[in-house]
């Protein structure tokens, strides 16, 4: 896996906060124009003997061409499922050292095609790892008519919930309706990456001309976390990873060219000081930064939705969840040190964000780490 600079703290926070990050130009235009390409023949060749009209198909099969497991018959498009840009950005979003494939996949939707119907990914496939995410590859421009991911922000923090997307249209509506937040649709050009979690609620919207896909599924596991940059040459970086890890590396660190991260100002200062701090006193910042707490209140609200009090709340019940999930640390003592006034207010603010109480996520968590011990 190479390593770069290509995600910062921002996008970490980000992802761990709303459960889906947008990555622009993580991949050059000529070089996703030629790997596009290659994933064109493939499904061309795949789809060869199936002459069905649209409207022969099932609902699922209505919604994408759908073509797994690529990289194993189709050469050329190996670079694009293993691409090292793509695997060390999605480390470095769940702090992986190494990742593991469980296929990739290409979805092409068809002019007059269905929408995809919400869902979460992980109930699909049988993989016990907690951390993993996928990573949403646009071939060509997705907009309003081309079609959009979008994304219910929070949603992966909740339980996971099967969907019958494939006999049951319109069957993603009810888990849209029982998100706090209502899906973001996010356009993307050729090169971008979206990246969300497996527990995340998600569908797309496409108009009328269709849209091609390749979606990568990456599970589990720790990477260090970078800023952002952006190389010259990205293609020479790719033909040597193919052939030459420790060179492809060297070239790359020889072109980055850092790229300052967009900011809204103030609450995005504010929300970034929330997550690394969630005892921050709000009354304080306010004054530093010369501002009444009403426009505090209302500035932040216009950007996230939700009040600065409430964000901080869900930021300790997030780093809660984590420590929960990950270590083996007290709950008491967790609650104490996140600033909760007690254990019992610790469970509300984690039920409340997720629907179960920290016993049920240790559990859970233990329970997936017997089974990985006793199967290694």
Partial sequence: MQTAALVDRADVEAFRRDGFVHLKGLLGAEEIGRLGRAVDAAVTARTRNDARALADKSPYEQSFIQCQYLWEDFPD?????????????????????????????????????RET?????????????????????????????????????????????????????????????KQKRKPVFVPARPGDVLFHSMFHAHCDRFGSRGAEILNLLLPD??????????????????????????AARSCLYEQLLPIAPENNGWPDMLAAELLADANLRLDLWAERQGLVPETLSRGFGALYGVTPAAFRVEARA??????????????????????????????RALTSLTGKPPRHWREASNSFKTRQSSSS
């Avoid at 498009?77 to 979003?93: D, S």
């Fill in 77 to 113: 498009v190996r670079p694009l499922t293993f691409h090292p840009k793509v695997v060390g950005a999605a480390a470095a979003l769940i702090g992986a050292e190494a990742m593991r494939l469980w296929h990739d996949q290409a979805l092409y939707k068809e002019a007059g095609g």
């Fill in 221 to 246: 596991a720790a990477a260090p976390k970078f800023g952002a940059a952006r190389v010259h040459d990205p293609d020479r970086v790719a033909r040597l990873a193919e052939s030459d890890a420790t």
């Fill in 318 to 347: 997030h780093h809660a969840f984590e420590r929960i999930v990950y270590g083996r640390q007290p709950l008491s003592d967790i609650a104490l040190s996140l600033g909760f006034s007690d254990q019992s207010h610790m469970t």
């Fill in 117 to 177: 119907d919400a869902h979460q990914d992980h109930p699909y496939w049988p993989i016990n790892e907690l951390r993993t995410l996928t990573a949403w590859i646009p071939l060509i421009e997705v907009d309003d008519e081309t079609g959009c991911m979008g994304y219910a922000p929070g949603s992966h923090t909740g339980e996971a919930e099967y969907v019958d997307i494939f006999t049951a249209p319109g069957s993603g509506e009810a888990l849209v309706a």
